[in-house]
């Protein structure tokens, strides 16, 4: 392993004022994005959507330092013939690959799940680093059922990132380790920060037991957020100082950078918190945004499925992405927004 070579793509994933757009969404997830537009999920037209996002040339350029995509999008052209990865290498950013399977019940933890993709894992991974993806994906879901997460739960979830995370750096490239707990449900913020502090600190554990050299990974985790059901939903800078305070407790300064979900926040909100915990610096290591929905709802809106307004649908999302990336250096402001 080249640990050296991974910390400069981690660096370059988390590039200053900049942050990354997850584009991942299997097809299940994109079909369900499109219905929100009335349009079919067909692989034309979710090639048609990707380029019109990796084309965006002001938000490409200024503000995405990587793209994380779905095995299809990998290995597919643009209209003109192009691989979309050189679409994506020629503005600059990195791209990555999604490597796991998706969440599937945990037996004997009701409404609990466990990431699974292990199988063959080696193997993929040689694949997609022959296609050109320098970083990968693996997203563990921590559901919190009934006020509380099982240690059944965070344990086999963060043994699974740990084990893709090793191959992933022994096979030369980046591992995002993603342990979400879900803002589904009406726990209060403070659950939530409990439950994340002891899913990091196992997740960091299990990743020193596998010999992953922090250095060469980037964490990818939820903040510290009230549930969507609670009825006290906490402020912008209540979420901010929470999610700092769990963050610093539980991620060692040699990690290079830290890069959010956005979960189901609204696009503005996920700026905002983004930009307070920046603003409230300086911090052990950088802080950025790797969302899919929070910088994806705009522009996929005044896209809507009509080739007359892919200029509107990169408008959109150059907005998104300057407003998440001025959050990156704590530069965002309210007023801002307006200017869209
Ligand atoms: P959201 O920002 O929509 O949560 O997506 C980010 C992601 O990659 C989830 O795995």
Same mark, same amino acid.
């Given at each position: 392993?080249? +640990? ?18 997850? @584009?991942?969404?299997?097809? #299940?997830?994109? %079909?369900?994005?499109?219905?929100? +537009? ?5 692989? *034309?037209?979710?090639?048609? /959507? ?12 200024? &503000? ?8 299809? *999008? ?6 003109? #013939? %192009? $691989? ?43 694949? &997609?680093?022959?296609? !050109?993806? =320098? ?8 559901? +919190?059922?009934? #006020? ?59 990743? &020193? /037991? ?32 929470? %999610? ?11 990690? $290079? !950078? +830290? ?16 930009? /307070?915990?920046?603003?409230? !610096?300086?911090? $052990?290591?950088?802080?950025? &945004? ?16 009509? @080739? =007359? ?32």
């Amino acid at each position: 392993m080249n +640990i050296d070579k991974l910390n400069d793509i981690a660096n370059r994933m988390v590039a200053a004022g900049k942050g990354i757009l997850a @584009a991942d969404e299997s097809t #299940g997830s994109i %079909t369900k994005r499109f219905e929100s +537009i009335k349009l079919d999920s067909t692989e *034309t037209n979710r090639r048609d /959507y990707r380029e019109m996002l990796f084309r965006s040339a002001d938000a490409m350029k200024s &503000y995405i330092s990587g793209v994380i995509l779905f095995d299809e *999008t990998l290995r597919q052209k643009a209209a003109d #013939g %192009t $691989p979309l990865v050189d679409v994506i290498k020629a503005a600059g950013a990195v791209p990555g690959i999604k490597l796991d399977k998706g969440p599937k019940p945990l037996p004997f933890c009701p409404g609990e799940t466990v990431t699974e993709g292990l199988d063959g894992l080696a193997d993929r991974v040689a694949e &997609y680093a022959k296609l !050109g993806a =320098e970083f990968a994906k693996w997203r563990a879901v921590i559901d +919190i059922v009934n #006020g509380r997460a099982s240690h059944n739960a965070i344990h086999a979830n963060a043994h699974a990132l740990a084990r893709y995370a090793a191959i992933c750096q022994a096979g030369g490239i980046v591992p995002m380790v993603e342990p979400e707990v879900l803002m589904d449900g009406a726990h209060d913020i403070d659950t939530c920060a409990e439950v994340t502090e002891w899913a990091l600190k196992e997740q960091f554990q299990e990743l &020193y /037991y596998a010999g992953v050299k922090l250095e060469g990974i980037i964490l990818k985790p939820n903040m510290v957020i009230s549930g969507k059901k609670c009825p006290t939903q906490a402020s912008r800078e209540e979420v901010a100082e929470k %999610t700092l305070k769990v963050l610093k407790r539980c991620v060692p300064a040699a990690v $290079p !950078g +830290i890069a959010f979900l956005s979960g189901g926040q609204s696009s503005e909100d996920a700026t905002a918190h983004l930009h /307070y915990m920046n603003a409230a !610096g300086p911090l $052990p290591w950088k802080l950025t &945004y790797s969302y899919g929905r929070a910088l994806q709802a705009d522009a996929l809106k005044a896209w809507g499925g009509k @080739a =007359e307004n892919v200029a509107a649908g990169q408008k959109a999302f150059a907005h998104r992405a300057k407003m998440n990336a001025l959050a990156a250096s704590g530069k965002w402001a309210q007023n801002l927004e307006k200017v869209a």
